[in-house]
């Protein structure tokens, strides 16, 4: 049953044996409007003229629609009403359409409806423009901190330089000072505030790093049971760069000397201690620590090592003319597993002398090398032309060949197939940078687009100009270090990580899209960490043009992945993770147990701080922070 009241149309179902009625639509006066009785739609036909009491009802109900309410008893009724006879009089017809209204609103009455219910217009839309919160009375510093967190990242970074440290604590290297087994987010080491070092290289029972001055740091367990922070060792030698094998250090100096220490202390304070020269002339004394030096001969007159390399039984030592020199840096174990480079080399066949000279790897001879790397038993060397030579174990494709079970080994350098990586596409491959860990090798490439003629791939190619970044890896996979997303168990064939690959970003400087590269990949036993080489700002606030109070600084992506059984990613979970990530910031757990967290509030990644000059203690100087992935444990510090 349809009523107008106010402008709309309501309609009613009532049964027919006078049951409860019930609102079912209501609806605005212009649209059609039903009569509804029973459980049946009666249209009505409408005679002319009509008084204007049913003028707008009328105008409603233009275009009748009929429908039918299914009721529990279906009744059979007419869609028209009819009658017999014929109707002799428009009166007549008038007098029974008030009739059936009157008795319609009587029966209402009685059946209870007492309100009568319209749509009303549709409520508008709520909505909440978000507006940069107020930053009145603040320092343009302090405004700056407020709108980023990579801006505070940087800030603390210069302000108060250290070393954070996470993973397997057992052997006291990731908190000295505490005697819990697992540290299981970054934490600061107190002695490092306020420190810049050379270089840090982290074993789960024993941590070693140079300072800024060159003199050589030990703590641990490995060290000393009773060590509750690190101690200075190995002095006045102007250090620069340092590796770690099972059971001794290796450490190189700015004039090329290289120097092999127990990390006992007990056995650096009982071994042979070699005589060392005295700033009196003619005057030399004992040194107070056991050490050896790991020194080639036969190297010219302006040559010397540049760079070295250690595994857990052997270590490469890099002229800066390009040439690769090997020894075993392990008193336990000789290399054994063709990780010397060097044929037929085995403890029985070693020429006369100390069992840690250094050999030159004469395959090498004539390739110019730019880079060495290792692994536990592996050894990978980079030439100026972009080609990799491998050698040592093999036993999981670590060399980037497939495994061979009658030949786990390769005791001589190959040169590794990087061409076949891009076959059947028109790049042209050039690897950049190596990297090697555990029983994992990674290479960066630079695939650049040339067209061939007549597409003949072994034609000399045209370059396009156009270049992609690749991160390929190979080795074990259990632990998710591959970076594919894959829990391979072994990978031959190097495959590519793609969250590392084909990266691009404009940059406004040069004003134009610019591939995204690795700047440094660190590789532990079974985690590593990518920092990229995307474009930093940290020159906020140094200049008119960057005096903003929404120029905010900030720094390069790290990312994580592999291992995770000592809670070394620094996730704050323990699984292991199969492709590369972010972390949180380093002083997260900090603020979040300073301040507390937030429910839904929103998480930032860490961001690594790029090297600047920045004023440390009334004094100018160049630092940066790096990414150390040992064994069981990682570490970012200040480095000069």
């Not at 402008?7 to 609102?23: I, L, S």
């Amino acid at each position: 049953m349809t009523y107008m009241i106010g402008g709309y149309a309501a309609r009613f179902q009532v049964d027919k044996e006078f049951g409860k009625g019930k609102v079912i639509q209501s609806r605005a006066s212009h649209d059609p409007v039903k009569l509804f009785g029973g459980s049946s739609t009666h249209e009505m036909q409408w005679a002319k003229p009509v008084p204007r009491v049913l003028q707008t009802a009328r105008k409603a109900t233009r275009k009748p629609v009929t429908r039918c309410i299914r009721d529990p008893k279906p009744r059979q009724f007419s869609s028209r009403i009819r009658s017999s006879r014929k109707i002799p009089s428009r009166q007549a017809a008038l007098g029974c359409l008030f009739a059936l209204g009157a008795g319609t609103v009587f029966y209402s009455g009685i059946i209870g409806i007492s309100e009568l219910h319209a749509d009303s217009p549709p409520a508008p839309v709520d909505f909440t423009v978000e507006k940069t919160p107020k930053r009145s009375g603040l320092s343009k510093e302090d405004s700056r901190d407020s709108i980023s967190s990579q801006h505070v990242q940087v800030r603390r970074s210069w302000e108060n330089p250290g070393v954070y440290c996470w993973g397997s604590n057992s052997g006291r290297v990731a908190a000295p000072d505490s005697d819990e087994n697992i540290v299981r987010s970054p934490r600061r080491i107190e002695f490092f505030d306020g420190v810049l070092l050379r270089d840090m290289k982290l074993d789960r029972d024993f941590g070693v790093a140079i300072l800024e001055n060159g003199d050589l740091l030990q703590w641990g367990t490995g060290f000393s049971p009773n060590a509750r922070q690190p101690v200075a060792t190995l002095k006045g030698k102007g250090l620069v760069a340092c590796e770690i094998s099972k059971d001794r250090i290796i450490a190189l100096s700015k004039s090329g000397n290289v120097y092999s220490l127990p990390v006992s202390q007990d056995e650096q304070s009982a071994g042979p201690k070699p005589d060392e020269r005295s700033w009196i002339p003619f005057f030399s004394n004992a040194s107070p620590i056991s050490y050896r030096r790991l020194n080639p001969s036969g190297l010219s007159y302006s040559e010397k090592i540049s760079s070295i390399s250690s595994g857990l039984e052997h270590v490469l030592l890099l002229t800066n003319t390009g040439r690769v020199f090997c020894a075993a840096s392990s008193g336990e174990e000789y290399p054994s597993r063709g990780q010397m480079g060097v044929s037929g080399l085995t403890w029985t066949s070693r020429p006369p002398g100390p069992y840690d000279q250094p050999h030159e790897i004469t395959t090498l001879r004539g390739f110019e090398i730019t880079d060495v790397a290792t692994g536990d038993y592996h050894s990978l060397a980079l030439d100026r032309e972009g080609r990799v030579f491998a050698f040592g174990d093999n036993s999981t494709g670590q060399l980037g060949f497939e495994p061979s079970a009658d030949s786990p080994f390769i005791d001589t350098p190959s040169l590794l197939p990087t061409q076949r990586l891009y076959s059947g596409t028109s790049l042209s491959a050039r690897i950049t940078g190596i990297a090697a860990g555990g029983s994992n090798s990674f290479f960066t490439v630079d695939a650049t687009r040339v067209a061939r003629p007549n597409g003949d791939s072994a034609a000399p190619g045209i370059g396009l100009g156009r270049a992609t970044a690749d991160t390929w890896s190979c080795g074990l996979g259990i632990y998710g270090t591959l970076g594919n997303g894959r829990w391979t168990h072994v990978q031959g064939t190097p495959i590519k990580v793609k969250a590392l690959s084909g990266l691009y970003e404009y940059d406004e400087i040069a004003n134009r899209v610019v591939p995204i590269r690795l700047k440094r990949l660190s590789v532990g036993s079974t985690q590593a960490s990518a920092t990229m080489d995307n474009v930093t700002h940290v020159h906020a606030g140094t200049s008119a043009d960057a005096d903003s109070e929404n120029d905010t600084n900030w720094g390069a992506d790290v990312l994580w992945w592999g291992g995770n059984e000592f809670w070394q990613l620094g996730t704050g979970k323990r699984n292991n993770v199969a492709a590369p990530g972010y972390i949180a910031p380093l002083d997260n757990a900090a603020d979040v147990a300073a301040k507390g967290k937030k429910k839904g509030e929103k998480q930032h990644r860490f961001q690594i701080t790029p090297r600047h000059t920045v004023t440390l203690h009334g004094r100018e100087v160049s630092m940066e922070q790096k990414v150390e992935c040992g064994r069981g444990l990682s570490a970012v510090y200040s480095s000069v």
